[in-house]
């Protein structure tokens, strides 16, 4: 059985960062995506961004390129998503998930950028 479990989530002012962290059981770290997914307030889920758990191989949604960096350490089965300068659309819950739809994910962790 997968259980993911987020945590890092927080107020912060625009222009701030925050880095969130997933640990992950139940699923092996081995030639496999993880990806960070969000959910704003009136919306759906939105992929964030995705990472290869043997080649490394990264991918960004467009709106965080350059401002949020996902990493993992596999010996932990932890997933990270290093987020910096914060803006307000970014507001959300985030969730780790083995697929890019969302499907299978954790309970989240609340993200709020308000000044």
């Known amino acids: 059985q997968v259980q993911l479990v987020e945590s890092g989530g927080g107020l912060v002012q625009p222009g701030g960062s925050l880095r969130l962290s997933c640990t992950a059981s139940g699923v092996r770290f081995n030639n496999w995506w993880m990806y960070w997914v969000r959910q704003a307030p009136g919306k759906g889920l939105e992929l964030v961004a995705g990472i290869h758990t043997t080649n490394g191989a990264i991918r960004y949604e467009d709106s965080v390129k350059g401002r949020f960096t996902i990493s993992m350490n596999s010996l932990k089965n932890a997933l990270y998503l290093q987020m910096n300068n914060l803006h307000f659309e970014d507001t959300a819950v985030y969730y780790c998930?083995?697929?890019?739809?969302?499907?299978?994910r954790g309970q989240g962790t609340q993200v709020t950028v308000s000044s």
């Open positions: 998930s083995t697929n890019q739809a969302g499907s299978e």
